[in-house]
């Protein structure tokens, strides 16, 4: 059974990542979606579809059992409910998904090139990126083309062609902070690209390792 104060607490949670996302620009209108699972019971609270991240409110948040069922709400389900519930579903390791709409980052996914992990914090938090199409049809991504990529337990991030970006964590501050990190990758991706070309010169090498215990040890 769902824990009224679970539930209370996570939902304050979510409106406080989701009023940081907007804040930092990383997503503006009501687009992107942000979930995080309940303990007390199989179930994840998410914002539902016309909701803008910094408009969410305990009321209008919904709570969606792991079998697709939602608890009564006036609110449209989300677009992209179907795979959130899927990446809790095929990882217990995800308790929390940050899916935004960055603009360097989804810039960088539109022009079908891969944000190169070229920080070493990127390397350390992150390790890859991958890029998922969009679907066979030309829509947007779905369960099908995401979910194979998550089954990965190494993959904690993607970035999604014409769409945005997804972060995953235990936490949902642990997703944000990973949503955060693309953008700046993509972003400082943008500038050292543009440097590299504007002065003509041989892209220096990228670093191998995220930590210098890491370097050491190798
Ligand atoms: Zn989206």
Not at 57 to 85: A, R, T
Request: glycine share 6%; aromatic share 6%; proline share 7%.
């Amino acid at each position: 059974m769902i824990d009224p104060s679970e539930l209370y607490h996570k939902k304050d949670e979510l409106i406080s990542i989701a009023k940081r996302c907007f804040d930092l620009r990383l997503q503006t209108n009501a687009g992107g979606n942000l979930s995080v699972r309940l303990d007390s019971a199989d179930a994840i609270i998410i914002k539902p579809s016309g909701v803008g991240f910094n408009e969410c409110i305990q009321d209008n948040l919904q709570v969606v059992h792991l079998d697709g069922s939602i608890e009564p709400s006036q609110h449209k389900p989300s677009k992209d409910l179907g795979f959130h519930l899927d990446l809790y579903r095929i990882r217990q390791d995800i308790r929390a998904v940050v899916h935004c709409h960055s603009p360097w980052a989804t810039g960088y996914a539109s022009a079908g090139l891969p944000i190169p992990c070229l920080t070493v914090q990127t390397i350390e938090k992150i390790g890859q990126i991958p890029l998922i199409p969009l679907s066979s049809k030309g829509g947007p991504q779905t369960a099908k083309e995401i979910s194979p990529v998550f089954r990965d337990i190494k993959v904690v991030a993607a970035v999604l062609a014409n769409h945005g970006t997804i972060g995953v964590g235990k936490t949902l501050i642990a997703a944000q902070y990973l949503a955060e990190i693309i953008e700046e990758t993509a972003q400082i991706a943008y500038i050292r690209d543009t440097l590299i070309s504007t002065h003509n010169i041989a892209p220096p090498p990228l670093p191998q390792f995220g930590t210098a215990i890491d370097a050491e040890k190798a």
